[in-house]
């Protein structure tokens, strides 16, 4: 069964440094996301992508974030400098073209991000 | 704005009772609802999810969950649970626009259960 993947699996990073988390979403889905969960909280949205361009972004998403989707199959998010409160785990997840109203949404396993 | 809250952070039951995870949403149009589960070290998979229709849905590992309007709650059972059932339960509202759904989720419910 497809599903989505992310690496890796938990990052540990300095702060100010620069992160990239990479997710390989479902072959044939076109809409993409990612989502965070700081330990303890509420799964938060922090972006959606189409068509290569973001859709709608959170607060959360400022000017330290960035989404990139380099090649036919993977969506990455790329924190440029660090923040202790960055760390959290990040979920990535994708839905298939738009057959109706809705469209569910796969999740990948996460990454933990770790912020020293 | 949308909006989720789920009563009790945590809910321990014993093996075979009936398992009940409170969600109450909170949306200003029509809401999709989804509840979605965690396992240790995994990701987000959906248990069910409430669109249209039918307002009693049911998911896998015996799971249903009944959408009520009136009161704007989307509550999970579960007649018997399963040992295999502990995790972290999530409620979530979608926000639908343009094609593309973003999820709001519920702060979680951790559920044990014992034998």
């Known amino acids: 069964e497809p599903e989505v993947t992310q690496t890796p699996s938990h990052q540990v990073t300095q702060m100010g440094q620069e992160v990239i988390l990479r997710c390989v979403p479902i072959s044939n889905h076109l809409y993409f996301y990612w989502y965070r969960q700081i330990l303890g909280q509420k799964v938060e949205f922090l972006v959606s992508f189409y068509n290569n361009e973001i859709s709608e972004k959170s607060e959360i998403f400022d000017d330290q974030f960035s989404v990139e989707r380099p090649d036919g199959s993977n969506f990455t998010l790329k924190i440029r400098s660090t923040k202790l409160e960055d760390s959290a785990m990040y979920f990535c997840?994708?839905?298939?073209?738009?057959?109706?109203?809705?469209?569910?949404?796969?999740f990948g396993p996460g990454t933990r991000l770790t912020v020293l | 704005a949308q909006s989720v809250t789920q009563l009790g952070s945590h809910v321990s039951v014993s093996e075979g009772a009936l398992v009940l995870l409170r969600c109450n949403y909170s949306?200003?149009?029509?809401?999709?609802l989804f509840w979605y589960v965690q396992y240790p070290n995994q990701g987000l998979q959906l248990l069910l999810k409430?669109?249209?229709?039918?307002?009693l849905v049911k998911g896998i590992n015996g799971f249903e969950a009944e959408f009520k309007k009136s009161e704007t709650s989307f509550h999970l059972t579960k007649p018997s649970a399963h040992m295999s059932d502990a995790a972290e339960y999530f409620c979530?509202?979608?926000?639908?626009?343009?094609?593309?759904?973003?999820?709001?989720f519920g702060a979680g419910t951790r559920l044990a259960v014992h034998p």
């Open positions: 997840a994708s839905s298939p073209a738009r057959t109706s109203s809705y469209n569910e949404q796969f």
């Open positions: 409430y669109t249209t229709g039918a307002t």
């Open positions: 949306s200003s149009v029509p809401p999709y």
């Open positions: 979530a509202v979608s926000s639908f626009s343009g094609g593309y759904n973003k999820l709001i």
